[in-house]
């Protein structure tokens, strides 16, 4: 099990450049040989390395969980063909004006919540795609459920602002421990500062104790 904490490339916000799930990471290409072994390091699985519509910001872009991989409709073919190729997961594409599904869409291997504008057939695709059931919802009451909340199969850390109402459905949802918190000093955009599974963590440098110490134990590292 490990937990570091990091910046890549200067940027603190560490989860917007990549997805970690129980069976695979997906992250930029782009990234550098430092950045690229303290994911290896930390996570220790499968690597499925690709830009989304030719940014590096992957993490903002795709939706995953142990069972398959969503990718925005503004994905190039050959951006597509790489992510199949290097998956041994699903991968769909979501057609929808909201592209980027990180911010939009939070699951783990149990469940998952989407922004509440998404039409059926999209919810379909996401339900069908990452096999678990999907329901729309906000944290915070905002629509960017994705960028509000860190899960994995152990717990989930969310917005501070988040309602018992929205808490009580999230934990019906994904079946984990659900705490609100934040990171990178006081950010209440967890997703955003935070890379995790069930296994190891990468934070935000600018992460307190405080705020590490908290994140940890709601995702059963201690």
């Given at each position: 099990m490990t937990i570091a904490r990091t910046d890549f490339e200067g940027d603190i916000n560490v989860g917007a450049f990549g997805v970690v799930t129980d069976r695979f990471v997906f992250v930029s290409p782009n990234l550098s040989e430092k950045d690229m072994d303290i994911i290896e390091r930390t996570f220790n699985l499968p690597l499925i390395q690709s830009t989304i519509a030719t940014m590096d910001t992957v993490g903002l872009m795709v939706a995953a969980n142990s069972n398959g991989i969503l990718v925005p409709y503004t994905t190039s073919k050959e951006e597509f063909a790489t992510i199949k190729r290097s998956s041994e997961v699903p991968v769909d594409w979501i057609d929808s004006k909201m592209t980027a599904l990180g911010n939009i869409i939070i699951g783990n291997?149990?469940?998952?919540?989407?922004?509440?504008?998404?039409?059926?057939?999209?919810?379909?695709t996401i339900a069908d795609t990452l096999d678990v059931e999907v329901v729309p919802s906000t944290i915070a009451k905002l629509p960017i459920v994705g960028a509000n909340a860190i899960a994995t199969n152990q717990g989930a850390v969310i917005?501070?602002?988040?309602?018992?109402?929205e808490i009580e459905m999230l934990t019906q949802m994904l079946k984990v421990e659900i705490e609100v918190g934040t990171v990178n000093r006081g950010s209440p955009y967890t997703s955003l500062g935070v890379l995790a599974n069930i296994d190891g963590m990468i934070a935000g440098a600018e992460t307190t104790g405080v705020e590490l110490a908290h994140i940890s134990q709601v995702l059963g590292f201690v």
């Open positions: 291997d149990n469940g998952a919540i989407c922004h509440p504008e998404f039409d059926q057939k999209a919810r379909d917005h501070p602002m988040a309602t018992s109402e």
